[in-house]
């Protein structure tokens, strides 16, 4: 199943990974690698580009921050061309962004001198960006008949799938609360009756949206630390996220 019906597919620019994922996944299909097989790989891949920002080989760097978010969307390519939903896959990759997340701007803000204040305050903007682009998105999904593995709110630990084991899922899922809860909460809170707009959300409102995916603002890291701006970079992040109550505005305006 595709992520959305063709005619609510939208220019997605933290995506721009999407058609190499898409080859990934059909070099594989035939294959015993599993999607959470290729999630671990986009962990090596962003630990990688960790090792480059140290060495400050910020191209090297910059690349495998690229690779990562190509083998982000490949694990669930993956998924749907084995035909195999996996909430044990869907909740290990959102816990493994969140960790390396925290990992990438801890490392920018402790190498640029930047205080814990901008350290935590970048973290938190960032991660407010992205769940504001997954909600939106789900309810996307949900609304028009798309992939449906994520839900709206996750509020309950979810009924495995056949091939998977609930005590797997039942962790993860757990973990995921921990590390999301607290995010998803306050866009919830935000714009809590999105979920009920009798508006499909335009393309223009979804590609709008995009610039706060995580593949987008893993590029933008990456331009800044080539153009010698890694210690703009964290109140960057932090400015960036002043588009978040214009977004939910207009949604509330003109998408009810």
Not at 194 to 204: M, R, T, Y
Request: proline residues 3%; neutral net charge; aromatic residues 16%.
């Amino acid at each position: 199943m595709s992520k959305l019906p063709e005619e609510n597919k939208f220019f997605d620019l933290s995506d721009y990974g999407r058609p190499v994922a898409k080859l990934i996944a059909k070099s594989l299909k035939e294959t015993n690698t599993t999607a959470i097989h290729v999630t671990l790989w986009f962990v090596v891949a962003g630990l990688i580009s960790f090792y480059f920002i140290l060495k400050e080989w910020y191209i090297l760097a910059t690349f495998f921050l690229v690779l990562k978010s190509i083998l982000d969307a490949a694990d669930g390519e993956l998924a749907r061309e084995k035909e195999s939903p996996s909430y044990t896959g869907r909740f290990l990759d959102s816990v493994s962004d969140i960790i390396l997340n925290f990992l990438l701007i801890t490392l920018i803000g402790l190498l640029h001198a930047n205080s814990w204040m901008w350290i935590l305050g970048a973290f938190v903007a960032v991660q407010l960006q992205g769940t504001l682009y997954n909600y939106y998105y789900v309810i996307l999904r949900n609304n028009t008949g798309g992939d449906t593995t994520s839900r709206i709110i996750e509020t309950s630990t979810p009924i495995a799938f056949p091939q998977e084991k609930q005590a797997h899922v039942t962790l993860l899922f757990n973990l995921y609360k921990v590390c999301y809860g607290v995010f998803d909460q306050v866009i919830y809170f935000l714009d809590r009756k999105a979920s009920l707009s009798k508006v499909v959300f335009p393309n223009w409102f979804m590609t709008l949206l995009s610039f706060y995916g995580l593949g987008f603002q893993l590029l933008l890291i990456g331009v800044l630390l080539m153009s010698g701006m890694g210690s703009e970079i964290l109140p960057f992040l932090v400015y960036y996220s002043l588009g978040i109550p214009l977004l939910i505005l207009i949604r509330r305006l003109f998408l009810r």
